[in-house]
């Protein structure tokens, strides 16, 4: 865990969050500044800077609660989008990786 970081706060119980799921291992919540009707975030308890620091036990574990998150949110039939934002080129800006799952209406693409 670090100290001066956001989501490991959040994991501790410091900073609220609505929480949708939680495991041993992941933690997701809803993003407070949702960019879709569903914005929920999936993030390892670990701190991991970013996803090329995940093993792939843990990758695993984000992607199976990104996809319960999907269920949950009632979005996994109509469809929904998993985004891991990596670096500062890549839009990250909270450096603990997290899952973006977003849905609940259509999705264009290209992405910004």
Known sequence: MSADCLFCRVVAKRIPARIVLETDAVLAFHDINPQAPTHVLVIPKEHFRAIGDVDPVTAGQILATAHEVAKY?????????????????GGQTVYHVHCHVLGGRHMTWPPG
């Open 73 to 89: 949110e009632g979005i996994d039939e109509s469809g929904y989008r998993l985004v891991f934002n990596t670096n500062e080129d």
